[in-house]
T-cell receptor
Framework: ETGVTQTPRHLVMGMTNKKSLKCEQHLGHNAMYWYKQSAKKPLELMFVYSLEERVENNSVPSRFSPECPNSSHLFLHLHTLQPEDSALYLC????????????FGPGTRLTVT | AQTVTQSQPEMSVQEAETVTLSCTYDTSESDYYLFWYKQPPSRQMILVIRQEAYKQQNATENRFSVNFQKAAKSFSLKISDSQLGDAAMYFCAYRAPGGGADGLTFGKGTHLIIQP
């Protein structure tokens, strides 16, 4: 595998379920990001991790819980989501936080029923 | 707060023609970075071109070039000799300077259609 991978690519879950999204980067980067992409809205930055420490949380509801066990892996744990949380969730990585180019994964299409 | 505006939700161009996608942004910073990202139907976002605000020369990458007008806070993308593979969503993005942890601020995107 090369670049940034995300699993699953598609996920359907009920509002009472608990699920996790996984992101893995094979680029030796030190910063990782979660973005939310909703229809007709700009991409929204959710979380930023630098060297496995969370450095930004953009007022994201607590039903989204990120985890970064090491610099190559990033998870987004989901619980008691709402239908409006249905979106494409994109993971990205960069060499460090700052002006470095971000490399994106293919995304997970999440549908909350 | 910085904002990025892409006023063209959709653009269409004939294959081999040239098309320009517009982007404006609002910032109080004097030094920053601007990007154009492409998201094909397969959804993987890839960087097309990048511009540092302190550089007066417009960035160019093969058939892709930008018209960066700092005073007007405008950053348009020109695609020359359009190809079918150029069909995608194009996002303009802004990044503040310094070592802060902010991610990119994106516009809503422009859907580019290439007519064969």
């Amino acid at each position: 595998e090369t670049g940034v991978t995300q699993t699953p690519r598609h996920l359907v879950m009920g509002m009472t379920n608990k699920k996790s999204l996984k992101c893995e980067q094979h680029l030796g980067h030190n910063a990782m990001y979660w973005y939310k992409q909703s229809a007709k809205k700009p991409l929204e930055l959710m979380f930023v991790y630098s060297l496995e420490e969370r450095v930004e949380n953009n007022s994201v509801p607590s039903r989204f819980s990120p985890e970064c066990p090491n610099s190559s892996h990033l998870f987004l744990h989901l619980h008691t989501l709402q239908p409006e949380d249905s979106a494409l969730y994109l993971c990205a990585s960069s060499q460090f936080v700052g002006i470095y180019e971000q490399y994106f994964g293919p995304g997970t299409r999440l549908t909350v029923t | 707060a910085q904002t990025v505006t892409q006023s063209q939700p959709e653009m269409s161009v004939q294959e081999a023609e040239t098309v320009t996608l517009s982007c404006t942004y609002d910032t109080s910073e004097s030094d920053y970075y601007l990007f154009w990202y492409k998201q094909p139907p397969s959804r993987q976002m890839i960087l097309v071109i990048r511009q540092e605000a302190y550089k007066q020369q417009n960035a160019t990458e093969n058939r892709f070039s930008v018209n960066f007008q700092k005073a007007a806070k405008s950053f348009s993308l020109k695609i020359s000799d359009s190809q079918l593979g150029d069909a995608a969503m194009y996002f303009c993005a802004y990044r503040a300077p310094g070592g802060g942890a902010d991610g990119l601020t994106f516009g809503k995107g422009t859907h580019l259609i290439i007519q064969p």
